[in-house]
Each structure stands twice: as structure tokens, then as C-alpha cells.
């Protein structure tokens, strides 16, 4: 089946364009035309101008519409890709918690059923936020399931469905080593919940590590005789960063001066988000632990922020609000190189080859349609 979707704001990696079409043949894009030329499809969706960006990969996203990861529930993992499809995300990393083996390996179970008649956003592999982190950077992670890496363990989870990031502590006893070998294996791995200095940040970089964690937060700062992971992931010209752009984890002047002193290649956004995102204010709960939104901010007891009420496309609309980057640079960060990075190279760009994961998006940024595979599977 053919699917022309004509008078198109394409934005992709180093193109912006109004006026455009683009032909869709079965899941794949055929074209990107640009002179006017409509040619015959089984279906023409007209964009009236709005902006058509590749489909936004979330790599880091724990829940959302009253349902977690780690509810370890098929019906979890659907209503969250479901909530995720109306953000206007077509693929998406269920990020699991802090939590024993068995939890894992039932999500990994969980996930693999809903991956084989999928609903709403793609799920390719899942990324295990800890269990080895830094006992001091918890953060929101529920300290009594931290534990040293151990590379059978995440053999065994992987073994029932594939996990694709791993977020450590590399100054960690043995995590220099893990990463090697999980870097060997395929699965990227990210610095987060750690106190690592410099001199550990170069040598987990050595090892294989390609991201940093939710970038600043439940990470050593920068200081002037050590320039922990925030010095390292602003000083670095190839590590990833993960960032949530809600203007609560980083202030709107932390986004701004990362934005616009880092690469755009360098840059993912993220959401980090809850069961709560999707959901009003009120209590709730993190891997066990209690928490309080209020005017959509989540804090556990402690005052700690716990992930956030993000929904994907508004952290794009605050960045390009924020920085003034054109947003032909800025789309890199909501797919392009979450695709590269994980070895999923056929989506996060709108060019002839790649995957149709689509997203149509207003003047405000909200979705107004979320086509995967070539279909639309969501329309406002």
C-alpha cells in the first residue's frame, strides 16, 4: 500500500523544508518530494502545513497513564506505549528500577509478549536502569536492591528479551570490566546514579561507554579541581548525554548553556517519565517507593525529584524556545542518534530507506498524528 502525505513541514536531520510530500510504500519511505509532484497512492493525508519530524525514540521512559515497567503486567507495558504513541513516540525502551532479578526478568517477559502484537510505540530491547549504581546516588532507586554488576545476571535477562542500555556507576568495584563486556556484547552502557570522577569517566569511556544518565541529576558535578561527570560530559566531543528537558531537572539556563556548547550529534532527549505522567497530581509510587506530584513535578518524601510528568514533544518545544537552534539540528536528538547509538539504523531520518515512523505535530507541538510502519496508528 502506497500513502502520499503531501503539504508537509518535513524537518529531519540537516533538512527543513515546507510544501513537501512523502510517499510511503508498505513500511518504508519511497520519497521526499519537494517540487510539487504528487505521484498516485492507495492514500493521501494532507499535513495543511503542519511539521512532519521523524518518529521520537525515548530511550529513557519508566511510565506513564497510572502504569510502571515494573508492574511486571503486559497491560502496563500497552498502556504506556499506547500513552507514548500519543506523545508522538514510535519507539520506546521500557526503563526498568533498582529491583531484584526476578522483577527484571518478568518485565523482559512482559515486554517480549506485548513486542509481539504491539499497539502503540515499538519496543526493540528495554534499558535497565541499575541495579549497579552508587549506593549514594540513589536518588529515586530503592537502595536495598543495589548491587555489584554482574554480566551472567544481565546475560540471563537479556536472554528473554534484549536489554539495549545499561545505566552504571563506573567507579563501581568490577564495573570497568563490565562494561567492557557488555560493550563487547552489543548493549550500550550509560554513567548514571555515580559519583565518578574524571580519571573513572576515561577509563569507562575506554572500556566502551557511550552515554551519561538524565545528565547532572544523581551525578558528580563540576567543580574546579574535579570536573566529575558534568565537566566530563561538557568536555568530551563523542559522549552521548541523556537529558531531560523539562526545565525542573535542568534549569532553562542549564539547558540553554548545554544546548548551545555541546554538539546537537551529542544530545538525547529523554523523558524519564512516570506512571504519573499522563495522570493529575497526587500520590503515587516508584519501585516501591512513595511519591507526591504536585503541579506536575514528582518528589519522593525526601524531596528528591523521581522522574518526570514529561511528555516527549514539549521537552523539544522548550529546547527550541530556550536556545533559538534550529530545529533540523535539534530533531537530531529526538531520534537520530538514539537510533545510531543503539544500532537501529534504519529509523530517525525522513529520507528514502528508512523506516515510516512519522510524527505530525502542530504549531504548538502537540500530536496530531503518530504513524508506525507506514500506518497510522494514532490521530488526535
Known amino acids: 500500500m502506497k500513502t502520499l502525505i503531501t503539504n508537509a513541514h518535513v524537518i529531519s536531520p540537516g533538512i527543513d523544508v515546507t510544501g513537501a510530500s512523502v510517499l510511503i510504500d508498505g513500511t518504508k519511505i519511497a520519497a521526499v518530494l519537494t517540487n510539487g509532484e504528487t505521484p498516485e497512492a492507495d492514500k493521501v493525508i494532507d499535513a495543511a502545513g503542519n511539521m512532519l519530524l521523524p518518529g521520537f525514540i525515548d530511550i ?3 511510565g506513564a497513564g497510572g502504569c510502571d515497567t515494573c508492574d511486571c503486567k503486559v497491560e502496563s507495558i500497552r498502556t504506556i506505549a499506547d500513552c507514548k504513541m500519543k506523545e508522538g513516540v514510535t519507539t520506546w525502551l521500557p526503563t526498568t528500577l533498582t529491583l531484584g532479578t526476578k522483577t527484571l526478568m518478568d518485565v523482559c517477559t512482559c515486554v517480549k509478549e ?16 541499575g541495579p549497579y549504581i552508587n549506593p549514594k546516588q540513589c536518588g529515586a532507586q530503592n537502595p536495598a536492591f543495589v548491587r555489584p554488576a554482574d554480566m551472567e545476571e ?3 535477562i537479556s536472554a528473554i528479551y534484549p536489554v539495549l542500555l545499561i545505566s552504571l556507576a563506573p567507579e563501581m568495584p568490577g564495573a570497568i570490566d563490565f562494561i567492557a563486556q557488555a560493550s563487547a556484547k552489543g548493549i550500550t552502557c550509560s554513567a ?13 569511556k575506554a ?5 551519561l544518565t538524565h545528565f547532572c541529576n544523581q551525578m558528580s558535578p563540576q567543580h574546579h579541581r574535579e570536573i566529575g561527570l558534568v565537566g566530563s560530559g561538557m568536555l568530551d566531543k563523542e559522549i552521548k548525554i541523556e537529558i531531560i528537558c523539562d526545565t525542573i531537572h535542568l534549569c532553562k539556563d542549564m539547558l540553554n548553556l548545554t544546548f548551545t556548547n555541546k554538539s546537537a550529534d551529542q544530545m538525547i532527549m529523554i523523558t524519564d517519565s512516570l506512571a504519573c505522567s499522563w495522570m493529575p497530581d497526587g500520590p503515587g509510587q516508584l519501585g516501591g517507593l512513595p511519591i507526591m506530584v504536585k503541579d ?8 528528591n525529584l523521581a522522574g518526570s510528568t514529561l511528555r516527549y514533544a514539549k521537552g523539544l518545544k522548550n529546547v527550541h524556545e530556550i536556545t533559538g537552534l534550529p530545529l533540523s539540528q535539534l530533531v537530531k536528538a529526538t531520534s537520530w542518534n538514539q537510533a545510531q ?4 539504523h534504519d529509523l530517525g531520518k525522513i529520507a528514502p530507506g528508512y523506516t515510516a515512523d512519522l510524527v505530525l505535530l502542530d504549531a504548538e507541538y502537540g500530536t496530531l498524528k503518530t504513524i508506525i510502519d507506514g500506518e497510522v496508528k494514532y490521530e488526535a
Open 114 to 129: 506485548y513486542a509481539a502484537a504491539p499497539t502503540g510505540s515499538k519496543t526493540p530491547g528495554v534499558h535497565l536502569e
Open 296 to 303: 506536575g513535578v514528582a518528589r519522593l518524601e525526601s524531596g
Open 154 to 156: 544481565v546475560d540471563s
Open 341 to 344: 547509538s543503539l544500532g537501529l
Open 60 to 62: 529513557h521512559s519508566h
Open 192 to 204: 548514571g546514579h555515580s559519583a565518578a570522577k574524571y580519571s573513572d569517566f576515561v577509563a569507562a
Open 207 to 211: 572500556a566502551g561507554m557511550k552515554h
